[in-house]
């Protein structure tokens, strides 16, 4: 940690996303960051924490741009290297490592999911394994990237490095997971309505739990509430979905820069801070997989939801 920004400055640095956005022409005179005033409205990328917040719902986080879109290719490299060189002979170990990915997921799919649909498996086999690799980058010791990156703005475009921010987990950005938390709830909507029919869609919203043969207690008491309980529990599978995810990794991405930290107070707190690092990234191994895990399940469970009939209640 460099001897010139206080605990609380790393920190702060380390959270905040590389951020591109329209910052306002009501910020122009405004000192949003530390010794630094605002000259000019317009799309630009934020200096601090400040002006990205400024900048609104419309900005980018082009560092959970850049990484998860990386990552994404590189699954699909991987995957179409090792397709390309399958044989029926003795296998590589890629090809061994590919196949137990496939079986894998064909066997938490079928454990899921009852209805057919070609889709899900891919489905699955690319949320787990572009989840893993997110995750995986949390397991990089939290200083390298963010300094390399430090480095070439101040190097090559004359920034202060303090106000270079390069996240690299993708995962514990909430935009990344409720993103794909969204696409797997509107594959969700999508297939209930195919499935059921917008008439039968409606009425799991409406006709349960609670019922009654009465017409005026049916329609006038029973729908209102049945639909605010059905309407919130439909609500509540992506906030989860992605709340899982994000807390998880974000918790963990704390962790790591906090004991980051204790290199910056000594060679004897610097080699606890190494035990305590290694201790906690061997663990986080396991946490890292686990959430890929859930994830995907849960995607499968919502997937398996849409094809469930009201008869199946």
């Known amino acids: 940690m460099s001897s010139e920004i206080t605990s609380a400055q790393y920190i702060t640095h380390h959270l905040t996303n590389w951020t591109y956005g329209n910052l306002p022409a009501e910020a122009v005179g405004k000192t949003l960051c530390e010794g630094q005033t605002v000259e000019h409205a317009g799309w630009q990328v934020a200096h601090c924490a400040a002006e990205a917040k400024a900048m609104g719902f419309n900005a980018v986080h082009l560092d959970t741009m850049f990484w998860s ?17 399958a044989t029926a002979d003795v296998p590589s170990g890629l090809q061994n490592f590919v196949e137990w990915c496939c079986e894998f997921i064909d ?17 699955a086999l690319t949320i787990f394994i572009w989840v893993f690799l997110m995750n995986f980058m949390d397991l990089l010791p939290v200083d390298w990237l963010p300094m390399i990156a430090g480095w070439i703005g101040s190097t090559f475009f004359g920034a202060d490095p303090h106000h270079v921010y390069f996240k690299v987990v993708p995962s514990t950005d909430p935009n990344a997971t409720f993103g794909m ?8 909507l999508f297939y209930s309505i195919k499935i059921k029919g917008m008439g039968g869609f409606t009425g799991e919203l409406t006709l349960h739990p609670f019922s009654s043969k009465n017409i005026f207690i049916q329609y006038v008491i029973f729908v209102p509430v049945n639909f605010i309980l059905e309407f919130v529990s439909l609500l509540a599978k992506p906030l989860s979905l992605s709340l899982r995810l994000y807390g998880n990794m974000y918790a963990g991405e704390m962790i790591f820069i906090l004991i980051a930290m204790l290199y910056g107070a000594g060679w004897v707190m610097g080699i606890f801070g190494g035990v305590l690092q290694l201790g906690w990234a061997i663990f986080h191994i396991l946490i890292i997989t ?20 009201s008869d199946d209640h």
Request: charged share 15%; no cysteine.
């Open 69 to 85: 879109i990386s990552l994404g290719l590189f699954f699909i490299w991987l995957f179409r290297k090792a397709a390309k060189r």
């Open 107 to 123: 066997t938490s799919v079928r454990g899921s999911f009852t209805a057919k649909n070609d889709l899900v498996a891919p489905m």
């Open 181 to 188: 938390s969204l696409a797997v709830f509107g594959l969700m």
């Open 290 to 309: 686990l959430q890929a895990f859930i994830f995907m399940t849960l995607a499968i469970v919502y997937m398996d939801m849409a094809y469930q009939t």
